[in-house]
């Protein structure tokens, strides 16, 4: 096996780093520490509102830091709403009881048994004041905030200040109808996203919806695609559907396509899948890495001087079944920005060459890729929460 130029033992995250670009300030936090330390301040200087939803809100000792200091926000007089997932929360109801008592209102995205059962509400932001959001792809879990040396995931925490905050807000009103509804509501989510008004200015916020193609993050990002020279990838979970994989197919063989997936997962059949499609691509002359330091969460992608970050992996069920949020902002200053990001990334990765891949890919191997290939569409309790 080829070894990474850097020892993934040495590997250390980036510090925060912040771009300010369209009216825009953009602060990225690569280091778990760093993302706590800003969910943190960014609660304790909430005034007037808190609007909170995660996918993952776990009952260990992050999670109870974070609900003290939402806890405290409520004491002190500001509105606090947290709606989490009820698939990807394991922290029991009791939990959050300190929560209510102190005045705050806190609601499950529960899907039951109906066809809303198959959707989840895969969202992560928290909205201060109604104008300052933190998003990205990280949940409230001890996962996402400690160092690869501990078993840390990488990921990504953006802290927002700018006007796209108000499309946040707009987004807020309507997925918290949505989680607290009754029934299967599968029809109102695509309605939603239907109906959603991303705008036309070079920061918006892309949003997606089962089984929907316009007016979908991941309709945009093909039509960003058709046209690219370039583009950068780095995705936790790699599987997109057969367009976006002839797409990325065409980029390659015009300037380049670069992709870092995970060489470590929480479950090894993610890795199996996007090994599986790594071929064609290869082919095409793209360049693969995989992640070698801990396991990969990070969701970015840059198409030339358009960047997109926010909850969604690069996958089927990000694209065609969970509810999505992405934020697309324009600007060759962010992209080169993220870029230098991928490169450290890359630094500490796996490069899967053709001779590699061919080495690799024995028949009995390819067979077990495809067969989980094939799992990996399936609800998450049968693939065993593949798109945590």
């Known amino acids: 096996m080829l070894k990474p130029p850097q020892d993934p033992a040495d590997y250390r995250d980036p510090e925060p780093f912040t771009v300010e670009a369209k009216e825009h300030r953009f602060t990225f936090y690569p280091h778990g520490a760093d993302r706590m330390q800003a969910l943190i301040k960014h609660i304790q200087g909430a005034e007037d509102t808190l609007w909170v939803y995660y996918y993952m809100f776990q009952d260990d000792q992050s999670g109870t830091v974070i609900r003290d200091c939402l806890v405290e926000a409520a004491e002190r007089g500001v509105e606090v709403h947290l709606v989490i997932d009820d698939f990807g929360s394991d922290a029991p109801d009791p939990f959050f009881r300190p929560l209510i008592d102190a005045g705050g209102r806190f609601s499950r995205f529960q899907a039951r048994f109906s066809v809303?059962?198959?959707?989840?509400?895969?969202?992560?932001?928290?909205?201060?004041?109604?104008?300052?959001?933190?998003?990205?792809?990280?949940?409230?879990?001890?996962?996402?905030?400690k160092p690869p040396q501990d078993n840390g995931w990488c990921d990504m925490g953006v802290l927002i200040d700018g006007p796209v905050a108000d499309q946040f807000c707009d987004w807020w009103e309507l997925v918290k109808g949505w989680a607290e509804s009754e029934g299967s509501q599968f029809r109102r989510i695509r309605e939603m996203v239907k109906e959603w008004d991303e705008g036309d200015g070079p920061v918006r916020l892309l949003v997606g919806a089962p089984l929907l193609r316009r007016s979908h993050w991941a309709w945009r990002f093909k039509r960003d695609l058709s046209n690219a020279q370039r583009v950068d990838m780095v995705t936790a979970y790699y599987s997109p559907t057969r367009s976006i994989r002839y797409l990325l197919r065409r980029v390659a063989r015009r300037k380049g396509v670069r992709l870092i997936a995970a060489g470590k997962s929480d479950f090894e059949a993610t890795i199996a899948t996007a090994r599986l499609l790594y071929k064609r691509l290869l082919r095409s002359g793209a360049k693969i890495f995989e992640f070698q330091p801990c396991k990969l969460h990070m969701k970015l992608i840059v198409i030339d001087d358009i960047a997109y970050f926010g909850s969604a992996n690069l996958d089927k069920r990000s694209i065609r079944i969970n509810a999505e949020l992405m934020v697309r902002v324009e600007d060759a200053e962010v992209a080169a920005a993220l870029r230098e990001l991928m490169d450290h990334m890359q630094a500490a990765s796996m490069e899967i060459t053709p001779k590699w891949y061919e080495e690799k890919s024995t028949f009995l191997t390819r067979l077990g890729w495809r067969l989980t290939y094939l799992a990996t569409f399936a609800d998450y309790r049968v693939s065993r929460s593949l798109n945590i």
């Open 116 to 145: 809303r059962y198959l959707v989840r509400n895969h969202q992560k932001f928290v909205i201060a004041d109604s104008k300052r959001v933190l998003s990205g792809g990280f949940n409230v879990s001890d996962h996402y905030f």
